[in-house]
């Protein structure tokens, strides 16, 4: 984590106590903004928060699927902690959502991703990536939109997962949901991450043609 920074939560400060989105301020009980390394290259973005991040306020916490993603951070140097950490040592690494907050019986509508839209792009901003890791189709055809010139209706998590796909600036590898993967998919996509795009210098893509767009 950059030295610099002061806390790993929520570090630029964004509204804890939004009420923008009213059906989602009666089912919430944290509003999970980002966390990790405000100095980050990749960045993993997920459609909601999970009810374990939910309970605990820090995303990718808290439950099987937080534990999970721990894992893969783990496995590719990116977290310093057990995959069952609630605040996570995070290294290069920076966790967010589209939408802050969770609803437990469906998941984010177009409008929320629209109302939520500027922390996620804020959070871009700040970070800078240089890989994107959308988890899951939403997050994937949200990223979209906004970050490469396909059409995100065409875009399917599953059928791009531990592959790269060429975006504005960023590259993107699309990693299936965590409530979907099997382990085969775990390792599957930590083999690419740490091969594919940590096994070269990826900070020499950006601007160039090569992977898919």
């Known amino acids: 984590m950059d030295p610099a ?13 939004c009420q923008n989105c009213a059906d989602l301020c009666e089912t919430r009980t944290n509003v999970v903004h980002g966390y990790g ?8 973005v997920g459609g909601q928060p999970s009810p374990g991040a939910d309970r605990t306020g820090i995303p990718f916490t808290g439950d099987d699927t937080g534990r999970r993603l721990q894992y893969i951070l ?7 902690s057990s995959p069952d950490a609630d605040r996570p040592e995070l290294d290069n690494a920076y966790l967010t959502y589209l939408t802050r907050c969770h609803h437990p019986e469906r998941g984010p509508t177009d409008a929320e991703i629209t109302t939520c839209d500027p922390y996620l792009t804020a959070d871009l901003r700040m970070i800078n990536p240089e890989i994107i890791v959308p988890i899951g189709t939403t997050a994937l055809r949200g990223v979209a939109v906004e970050h490469t010139t396909r059409d995100p209706e065409t875009l399917d998590a599953d059928d791009l997962h531990a592959t790269t ?6 590259e993107l590898v699309p990693m299936k949901s965590l409530d979907d993967q099997t382990d085969a998919d775990t390792e599957a996509f930590v083999e ?22």
Not at 74 to 80: D, V
Not at 165 to 170: C, H, K, N, T
């Open 74 to 80: 783990g496995e590719l140097g990116f977290s310093n």
């Open 5 to 17: 920074q002061e806390s790993p939560e929520n570090p630029f400060g964004m509204d804890a106590d």
């Open 192 to 213: 690419h991450l740490a091969e594919s795009v940590l096994g070269r210098d990826y900070r020499q893509t950006k601007g160039r043609s090569g992977a898919h767009d």
């Open 37 to 44: 390394d405000a100095g980050a290259e990749f960045l993993f």
């Open 165 to 170: 796909v060429r975006g504005r600036g960023f």
